[in-house]
C-alpha cells in the first residue's frame, strides 16, 4: 500500500480559481517525471489571505501559484520578496525556504522566453499595449533583455504614470503610425478574451509582415488579434506561451526538476 504521507503539496489560489488550469498542467508533469507532488486550487477570500498564507508556512507547503485578486495584496504577508517581483509590483509565486514564505514572479519569464525562442532581443523595439500587471511584467522582461520599450493605452494616463515609473516612452493611441514602428507587439490587454472573441486591440492597418506579435491572452487560443496578424505575414505567438512558461519556471522553483514542456504544452492544448 503506498504511503501518500511524503507527497508534497502545492497550491494555487485565488477568487475566482474554478477557471484555473494549474492543477492539471503541474499535476501531469509530476506524473510524468514520478515524483511525489501534489497540486490543488483553494478558493481565497481578500479577508482569509493572511490566515491562509500562514497556514501555508506551517503545513510546509512546498509552493503556491498566486492568481488574481491577490498577485499584490498577498506581498504584505510575505518574509521576502526577490527584486523582480518588486519591480512588477506583483507576486505570481510563493515558495517556502527554510520556514520563509519567498515570493518571485515569473510572469516576466512566460513574456521573454517564447520570444527569446524566436528572435535575438536585444536593440529590438517592442510596443506594449496595456497599463495592468501583464503589462508591467512584459515591461520588466523586455527592459532587461535589452529592448527598446513603449508602452500605449486607451487610458492615456494610466499609460503615461507606467511609462514614468519604468522609464520607458509613453505613445498615445491616436498617435500610432500606421505600420506601427516597432518590431515586437504584445498585447497585454484583455481585450478578444473570451467570450468577446471578436474583439481585437489593433486594427489590420497598423500591422505589417515584418512584426512579432504576441497576444498574451490565452483563451481562445487563436484571438482575433492573432488571425488579424497571420493575415498580414507576421510571425505570431500564442498566450498559451506564456501561460506555459510561466508554469514552467513555478514547478522548477517548488520540485527542482527541469520541466517537461512538452507534456504541459500537451496538456493544456488538450483541455483547452
Keep these: 500500500m503506498d504511503d501518500s504521507s511524503d507527497i508534497k503539496s502545492c497550491y494555487v489560489i485565488g477568487n475566482p480559481i474554478e477557471h484555473s488550469l494549474s492543477p492539471q498542467i503541474h499535476n501531469a508533469a509530476y506524473e510524468v517525471l514520478k515524483l511525489k507532488f501534489s497540486f490543488k486550487k483553494k478558493q481565497v477570500l481578500t479577508s482569509e489571505l493572511e490566515a491562509v498564507v500562514t497556514k501555508f508556512k506551517q503545513d510546509q507547503v512546498s509552493g503556491v501559484s498566486v492568481t488574481l485578486p491577490h498577485k ?23 515558495t517556502i525556504q527554510k520556514g520563509r514564505l519567498i515570493g518571485s514572479n515569473t510572469d516576466i519569464y512566460g513574456v521573454v522566453e517564447p520570444l527569446k525562442k524566436i528572435a535575438d532581443l536585444r536593440g529590438k523595439r517592442a510596443l506594449i499595449l496595456g497599463a495592468g500587471g501583464a503589462a508591467r511584467s512584459a515591461i520588466c522582461g523586455l527592459k532587461e ?13 494610466k499609460a503615461e504614470k ?11 493611441m491616436d498617435s500610432l503610425k500606421e505600420p506601427i514602428e516597432a518590431d515586437i507587439i504584445v498585447n497585454a490587454t484583455k481585450v478578444g478574451m473570451y467570450p468577446k472573441v471578436d474583439d481585437s486591440p489593433l486594427e489590420e ?3 505589417s509582415a515584418e512584426h512579432i506579435v ?35 519556471k513555478q514547478f522548477e522553483m517548488y520540485t527542482e526538476n527541469k520541466a517537461p514542456l512538452d507534456v504541459m504544452r500537451r496538456t493544456v492544448e488538450e483541455i483547452l
Design 145 to 157: 533583455e535589452g529592448v527598446r520599450v513603449s508602452v500605449t493605452n486607451r487610458t492615456q494616463a
Design 205 to 207: 492597418k497598423f500591422l
Design 72 to 94: 499584490e495584496s498577498v506581498i504584505p504577508f510575505l518574509d521576502e520578496v526577490d527584486s523582480i517581483a518588486l519591480a512588477v509590483g506583483a507576486v505570481n509565486t510563493i
Design 162 to 172: 507606467l511609462a514614468e515609473e519604468f522609464s520607458v516612452d509613453c505613445l498615445a
Design 214 to 248: 504576441f497576444d498574451l491572452v490565452y483563451n481562445p487560443r487563436k484571438t482575433q488579434l492573432l488571425r488579424i496578424a497571420e493575415k498580414k505575414g507576421c510571425t505570431v505567438i500564442s498566450g498559451l506561451e506564456m501561460f506555459i512558461y510561466q508554469a514552467a
